[in-house]
């Protein structure tokens, strides 16, 4: 018993930290979102997971075993070891295991946040931070999650812009969260490393 209660007390701090992250841990307040160009910066990482024009997971350019259709955005996180997959005409994300052939049964990760009576979140675009936080984005902005699934909060364009895609980018001036717009990519400075 004696190490349970040690356990408690030692572990309790960590797990209170890993899930409160409220966006201005994320987001400076008066941050504000900065025109970039055309688009994203370069970016020399080859994905091993992609969709395919007809919405099914690939792997290295072959279907994944099982196979996953309806796929709207992918990203990998938890060290590569975990796929977020959100599908179309939902308004979940769900997490699969990655295997060396592909993915193992998902569950449910997150509930994305959608109007009343909606159950598409119109997902277009996910990515992941250097400290495994999710970012998705959708047609209610791009909706943060902290690595236990907690919404942190919901950053939008400039005049409301729907965003088409979306990448985590570290330079020598700082972390960057990039958005494409309708025809403009944004940048939006983040906190940390």
């Given amino acids: ?6 356990a408690m007390v030692v572990l309790s701090p960590l797990v209170a930290s890993a899930q409160d992250m409220p ?13 970039w160009g055309a688009t994203f910066p370069a970016d020399d990482q080859k994905a091993s997971f992609q ?3 007809v919405g099914k997971l690939m792997l290295n ?3 994944v075993s099982p196979t996953v259709e309806n796929v709207a955005a992918i990203s990998t996180w938890h060290r590569g ?3 977020a997959v959100a599908f179309k005409n939902s308004k979940y994300v769900w997490a699969y295991r990655i295997t060396k052939t592909g993915v193992d049964a998902g569950d449910t990760y997150v509930t994305l946040r959608v109007r009343p009576m909606e159950i598409d979140a119109m997902v277009t675009a996910m990515c992941i931070d250097a400290t ?3 970012y998705v984005a959708c047609k209610s902005g791009i909706q943060i ?3 236990t699934g907690r919404l942190c909060g919901v950053v939008t364009l400039p005049d409301n812009l729907p965003v088409s895609g979306i990448r985590i980018t570290q330079s020598k001036d700082g972390v960057y969260l990039y958005a494409q717009g ?3 990519v944004f940048r939006l400075p983040l906190l940390g490393k």
């Fill in 145 to 147: 999650f902290d690595p």
């Fill in 81 to 83: 070891g975990t796929l």
């Fill in 51 to 53: 969709v395919s024009s």
């Fill in 1 to 6: 018993m004696k190490n349970v209660i040690l």
């Fill in 132 to 134: 495994d936080r999710l």
């Fill in 23 to 35: 966006l201005h841990t994320i987001i400076h307040p008066s941050a504000k979102w900065e025109t």
């Fill in 61 to 63: 350019e072959k279907e």
């Fill in 182 to 184: 309708t025809s403009t």
